[in-house]
Protein backbone atom coordinates (compact mmCIF):
# COMPACT_ATOMS: atom_id res chain seq x y z
CA UNK A 1 0.00 0.00 0.00
CA UNK A 2 0.95 3.35 -0.66
CA UNK A 3 1.67 5.50 2.37
CA UNK A 4 3.59 8.98 2.63
CA UNK A 5 5.69 9.98 5.61
CA UNK A 6 6.45 13.31 6.83
CA UNK A 7 9.36 12.80 9.92
CA UNK A 8 8.81 16.16 11.04
CA UNK A 9 5.78 17.10 13.24
CA UNK A 10 6.96 20.47 14.37
CA UNK A 11 9.41 22.62 12.65
CA UNK A 12 10.76 26.39 14.02
CA UNK A 13 12.45 28.95 11.63
CA UNK A 14 13.41 32.50 12.02
CA UNK A 15 12.20 34.92 9.76
CA UNK A 16 14.01 34.80 6.82
CA UNK A 17 15.73 31.68 6.92
CA UNK A 18 15.94 28.98 4.43
CA UNK A 19 13.37 25.77 4.84
CA UNK A 20 13.13 22.58 4.15
CA UNK A 21 10.17 19.96 4.75
CA UNK A 22 11.26 16.58 4.34
CA UNK A 23 8.38 13.85 2.48
CA UNK A 24 9.29 10.59 1.88
CA UNK A 25 6.65 7.75 0.02
CA UNK A 26 6.25 4.70 -0.66
CA UNK A 27 5.01 3.30 -3.88
CA UNK A 28 6.85 1.12 -6.56
CA UNK A 29 6.01 3.41 -9.55
CA UNK A 30 5.85 7.29 -10.04
CA UNK A 31 3.36 8.39 -8.36
CA UNK A 32 2.05 11.87 -8.67
CA UNK A 33 3.21 14.18 -5.79
CA UNK A 34 1.86 17.11 -4.10
CA UNK A 35 2.62 19.46 -1.19
CA UNK A 36 -0.50 21.08 0.31
CA UNK A 37 -0.65 24.10 2.77
CA UNK A 38 -3.17 24.85 5.70
CA UNK A 39 -3.57 27.66 7.85
CA UNK A 40 -5.79 26.88 11.19
CA UNK A 41 -9.41 25.77 10.79
CA UNK A 42 -9.04 26.40 6.77
CA UNK A 43 -8.77 23.86 3.72
CA UNK A 44 -5.99 23.11 1.67
CA UNK A 45 -4.27 24.92 -1.00
CA UNK A 46 -1.78 23.29 -3.37
CA UNK A 47 1.46 24.81 -3.75
CA UNK A 48 2.74 22.45 -6.23
CA UNK A 49 2.81 18.86 -7.55
CA UNK A 50 5.20 16.71 -9.72
CA UNK A 51 4.21 13.76 -11.82
CA UNK A 52 7.05 13.88 -14.88
CA UNK A 53 9.75 15.94 -16.54
CA UNK A 54 11.72 18.59 -14.31
CA UNK A 55 12.48 16.70 -11.10
CA UNK A 56 12.95 20.58 -9.57
CA UNK A 57 9.47 22.31 -9.50
CA UNK A 58 8.55 25.62 -8.69
CA UNK A 59 5.18 26.45 -6.87
CA UNK A 60 3.16 29.26 -5.31
CA UNK A 61 4.29 31.47 -2.77
CA UNK A 62 8.36 31.04 -3.18
CA UNK A 63 8.09 27.22 -2.37
CA UNK A 64 10.25 24.34 -4.60
CA UNK A 65 10.36 21.10 -4.29
CA UNK A 66 12.56 18.39 -5.89
CA UNK A 67 11.54 15.09 -6.81
CA UNK A 68 14.48 12.44 -6.06
CA UNK A 69 13.43 8.76 -7.05
CA UNK A 70 16.84 6.80 -5.78
CA UNK A 71 15.40 8.59 -2.27
CA UNK A 72 11.72 8.01 -2.87
CA UNK A 73 11.51 11.88 -1.24
CA UNK A 74 9.96 14.67 -2.52
CA UNK A 75 11.17 17.64 -0.23
CA UNK A 76 9.50 21.06 -0.12
CA UNK A 77 12.28 23.94 0.45
CA UNK A 78 11.85 28.21 0.34
CA UNK A 79 15.34 29.76 0.62
CA UNK A 80 13.40 33.04 2.99
CA UNK A 81 10.55 32.22 5.06
CA UNK A 82 8.36 34.42 6.22
CA UNK A 83 5.88 35.07 8.71
CA UNK A 84 2.68 34.36 7.27
CA UNK A 85 4.36 31.04 5.85
CA UNK A 86 3.47 29.58 9.71
CA UNK A 87 1.14 26.96 8.70
CA UNK A 88 0.44 22.81 8.43
CA UNK A 89 1.85 21.76 5.39
CA UNK A 90 0.87 18.41 3.56
CA UNK A 91 2.72 15.78 1.41
CA UNK A 92 0.67 13.90 -0.87
CA UNK A 93 0.39 10.91 -3.35
CA UNK A 94 -1.63 10.00 -5.68
CA UNK A 95 -1.07 6.61 -8.32
CA UNK A 96 -1.00 7.41 -11.98
CA UNK A 97 -4.01 4.71 -12.67
CA UNK A 98 -6.32 6.43 -9.58
CA UNK A 99 -7.64 8.94 -7.98
CA UNK A 100 -7.34 8.78 -4.49
CA UNK A 101 -5.03 11.30 -2.67
CA UNK A 102 -3.22 9.63 0.36
CA UNK A 103 -1.39 12.22 2.78
CA UNK A 104 1.47 12.50 5.41
CA UNK A 105 0.74 13.54 8.79
CA UNK A 106 1.63 16.85 8.23
CA UNK A 107 4.34 19.35 9.54
CA UNK A 108 3.30 22.56 11.01
CA UNK A 109 5.61 24.94 10.89
CA UNK A 110 6.48 27.77 12.98
CA UNK A 111 8.02 31.05 12.13
CA UNK A 112 9.34 33.39 14.74
CA UNK A 113 10.79 37.23 14.45
CA UNK B 1 -16.27 32.01 -8.93
CA UNK B 2 -15.80 28.27 -9.37
CA UNK B 3 -14.80 26.25 -6.01
CA UNK B 4 -16.33 23.87 -3.15
CA UNK B 5 -18.43 24.66 -0.59
CA UNK B 6 -18.82 23.25 2.67
CA UNK B 7 -21.51 23.79 5.24
CA UNK B 8 -21.89 24.19 8.02
CA UNK B 9 -18.51 25.78 8.85
CA UNK B 10 -19.34 24.59 12.61
CA UNK B 11 -21.72 21.36 13.60
CA UNK B 12 -22.66 20.34 17.21
CA UNK B 13 -24.37 17.08 17.59
CA UNK B 14 -26.02 15.62 20.45
CA UNK B 15 -24.52 11.87 21.37
CA UNK B 16 -26.71 9.07 19.31
CA UNK B 17 -27.88 11.90 16.59
CA UNK B 18 -27.43 11.45 12.80
CA UNK B 19 -26.42 14.59 11.17
CA UNK B 20 -25.39 15.81 7.43
CA UNK B 21 -22.06 17.77 6.53
CA UNK B 22 -23.26 19.52 2.91
CA UNK B 23 -20.74 19.88 0.54
CA UNK B 24 -21.60 21.25 -3.13
CA UNK B 25 -19.08 21.85 -6.60
CA UNK B 26 -18.82 23.88 -9.50
CA UNK B 27 -16.24 23.16 -10.53
CA UNK B 28 -17.82 20.44 -13.14
CA UNK B 29 -15.49 17.74 -11.53
CA UNK B 30 -16.42 14.20 -11.84
CA UNK B 31 -14.25 12.85 -8.71
CA UNK B 32 -15.24 14.08 -5.24
CA UNK B 33 -14.06 13.05 -1.78
CA UNK B 34 -14.68 13.41 1.60
CA UNK B 35 -11.68 13.56 4.36
CA UNK B 36 -11.55 13.47 8.29
CA UNK B 37 -8.62 15.30 9.97
CA UNK B 38 -7.54 14.71 13.49
CA UNK B 39 -4.27 16.50 14.97
CA UNK B 40 -1.36 14.51 13.71
CA UNK B 41 -3.08 12.16 11.90
CA UNK B 42 -2.67 13.80 8.75
CA UNK B 43 -6.02 13.56 6.29
CA UNK B 44 -7.88 10.16 6.52
CA UNK B 45 -10.14 9.21 3.09
CA UNK B 46 -13.71 8.53 4.48
CA UNK B 47 -15.38 8.16 0.94
CA UNK B 48 -14.96 8.95 -2.47
CA UNK B 49 -16.71 8.72 -5.74
CA UNK B 50 -15.61 9.05 -9.25
CA UNK B 51 -18.72 9.36 -10.79
CA UNK B 52 -22.67 10.28 -10.23
CA UNK B 53 -24.47 7.12 -8.57
CA UNK B 54 -21.40 5.42 -7.58
CA UNK B 55 -18.78 5.42 -4.76
CA UNK B 56 -16.39 3.88 -2.61
CA UNK B 57 -15.37 3.37 0.84
CA UNK B 58 -12.33 4.97 2.28
CA UNK B 59 -9.93 4.01 4.83
CA UNK B 60 -12.06 4.82 7.90
CA UNK B 61 -16.00 4.42 6.22
CA UNK B 62 -17.23 2.74 9.18
CA UNK B 63 -20.09 4.83 10.79
CA UNK B 64 -20.14 7.14 7.65
CA UNK B 65 -23.07 6.72 4.47
CA UNK B 66 -22.73 9.29 1.38
CA UNK B 67 -24.85 9.49 -1.47
CA UNK B 68 -24.34 11.32 -4.75
CA UNK B 69 -27.14 11.53 -6.71
CA UNK B 70 -25.68 15.00 -8.52
CA UNK B 71 -22.82 15.69 -9.97
CA UNK B 72 -22.22 18.87 -8.18
CA UNK B 73 -22.97 17.58 -4.31
CA UNK B 74 -21.61 14.99 -2.13
CA UNK B 75 -23.16 14.79 1.42
CA UNK B 76 -21.73 13.27 4.21
CA UNK B 77 -23.75 11.93 7.11
CA UNK B 78 -22.43 11.02 10.35
CA UNK B 79 -24.78 8.18 12.32
CA UNK B 80 -24.09 7.05 15.64
CA UNK B 81 -22.69 4.21 14.90
CA UNK B 82 -19.20 6.28 14.49
CA UNK B 83 -18.13 6.07 18.19
CA UNK B 84 -15.77 9.20 18.11
CA UNK B 85 -17.22 11.71 15.44
CA UNK B 86 -15.62 14.84 16.34
CA UNK B 87 -13.23 16.28 14.06
CA UNK B 88 -12.30 18.27 11.34
CA UNK B 89 -14.09 17.05 7.94
CA UNK B 90 -13.04 17.99 4.61
CA UNK B 91 -14.76 17.61 1.37
CA UNK B 92 -12.47 17.21 -2.03
CA UNK B 93 -13.12 16.91 -5.59
CA UNK B 94 -11.10 16.58 -8.71
CA UNK B 95 -10.72 15.78 -12.45
CA UNK B 96 -11.12 11.85 -13.16
CA UNK B 97 -8.56 11.61 -15.19
CA UNK B 98 -5.63 8.52 -15.98
CA UNK B 99 -2.45 9.49 -16.88
CA UNK B 100 -2.80 13.12 -15.52
CA UNK B 101 -1.14 14.57 -12.42
CA UNK B 102 -4.69 16.00 -11.42
CA UNK B 103 -4.63 17.93 -8.18
CA UNK B 104 -7.79 17.94 -5.38
CA UNK B 105 -9.30 20.73 -4.88
CA UNK B 106 -10.57 21.53 -1.06
CA UNK B 107 -13.24 23.17 1.08
CA UNK B 108 -12.81 25.51 3.71
CA UNK B 109 -14.17 22.49 6.34
CA UNK B 110 -16.76 21.51 8.60
CA UNK B 111 -15.51 21.14 11.92
CA UNK B 112 -17.99 18.92 14.06
CA UNK B 113 -18.34 18.59 18.00
CA UNK B 114 -20.40 15.81 19.93
CA UNK B 115 -21.66 17.47 22.87
Known amino acids: AQSVTQPDIHITVSEGASLELRCNYS??????LFWYVQSPGQGLQLLLK??????LVQGIKGFEAEFKRSQSSFNLRKPSVHWSDAAEYFC???????????FGAGTILRVKS | DGGITQSPKYLFRKEGQNVTLSCEQN?????MYWYRQDPGQGLRLIYY???????QKGDIAEGYSVSREKKESFPLTVTSAQKNPTAFYLC??????????????FGQGTRLTVV
Open chain 1, 27 to 32: YGATPY
Open chain 1, 92 to 102: AVRREYGNKLV
Open chain 2, 49 to 55: SQIVNDF
Open chain 2, 27 to 31: LNHDA
Open chain 2, 92 to 105: ASSIHSIGIATEAF
Open chain 1, 50 to 55: YFSGDT
